[in-house]
């Protein structure tokens, strides 16, 4: 385990989740007494962690009080349990109000990557439905999708992907090396600045409690997506009026532009578009400078 990896864990706790007691990595930096306004909910992809927004937290600070981050189950430091939890988007949600309700956020800006733009795309519905909790009274004051497979018709699935989520998945998981593993995160990257420094702690994040062999079911949320994307998260999408960012590197090979163009010019025309010129699918981990100068140039218009 890095030194990094280590301190970002000695700087957060874990909390219990579900009847099972699922232990669920937290962390909250800046004023516990911020605003709403002031605050930012983050949530990773797949297969990352919190700490894929390590170098990019200490800019966010510069423009927001309080920033709230956590390891979904199944990632990270969080448990990454073979039984008695689904892995599905839906739940993935609970986890997020979960953490949110333990540090009694009432409201934020929600900010997510990759799978985290699904788990969001399933809070906005909720929003949408009138289900979200009393206690989040506040709500979402804007929501920003990164570089994720929101439209699952135009992801290009690198051939692991595909594997784990056919029967040959437990074989596969049980297969996968760190080589294997870092051939396939330059792949879907689509460029050359991701460091293998940063690809060695994706997969020590990874091997936590064996979660390199479970993928197979982390990995599941993609038939989620399959399922509920044309019937409830697009649509909810498409009708909101919170305000929407959608903000995309454009040499991304897994979640190609195409998609974020899709987004604004077909589902949600009223999102504010953003194309990182020359960044990949983990641009918070490749390109950290000008990823956070993006992110915070669409706060710095309200």
């Not at 988007?89 to 799978?115: N, P, R, S, Y």
């Not at 091997?207 to 044309?230: A, C, M, P, V």
Request: proline content about 3%.
């Amino acid at each position: 385990m890095s030194v990094q990896l280590s301190q970002w864990k000695a700087s957060g706790s874990f909390m219990p989740f579900g009847p099972f007691q699922h232990q669920v990595f937290i962390k909250e930096l800046g004023s516990s007494d911020a605003q709403p306004d002031d605050t930012l909910l983050l949530i990773h992809g797949f297969p990352e962690s919190s700490y894929s927004y390590h170098a990019v937290v200490d800019g966010l600070m510069k423009h927001f009080q309080r920033i709230i981050l956590f390891d979904l189950i199944g990632y990270g430091w969080s448990d990454k349990p073979k039984h008695h939890y689904s892995y599905s988007l839906f739940e993935q949600a609970d986890v997020a109000l979960t953490v949110w309700k333990h540090f009694g956020i009432q409201g934020g800006h929600l900010l997510a990557h990759d799978m985290g733009d699904s788990v969001a795309t399933e809070l906005l519905a909720r929003h949408e439905h009138g289900l979200l909790p009393q206690w989040f009274s506040k709500g979402f004051k804007s929501i920003t999708f990164t570089n994720g497979s929101m439209v699952l018709d135009l992801a290009q699935l690198r051939t692991t992907q595909k594997i784990l989520l056919s029967r040959f998945g437990p074989w596969m998981g049980q297969l996968t090396r760190f080589q294997l593993f870092q051939q396939q995160i330059r792949s879907a990257h689509g460029n050359n600045r991701l460091s293998e420094e940063n690809i060695y702690n994706l997969w020590a994040g990874n091997t936590l409690q064996d979660g390199h062999k479970k993928s197979y079911l982390t990995i599941k949320y993609l038939n989620d997506r399959k399922r509920f994307e044309k019937t409830r998260w697009l649509p909810a999408l498409g009708q909101t009026q919170l305000p929407i960012h959608l903000c995309w590197g454009n040499e991304d090979a897994v979640a190609r532009v195409e998609m974020a163009h899709y987004l604004k010019n077909e589902v949600c025309k009223n999102a504010q578009l953003t194309i990182m010129e020359g960044l990949g699918h983990f641009c918070q981990l490749g390109s950290p400078e000008q990823w956070t100068e993006h992110i915070l140039d669409y706060f710095k218009m309200d």
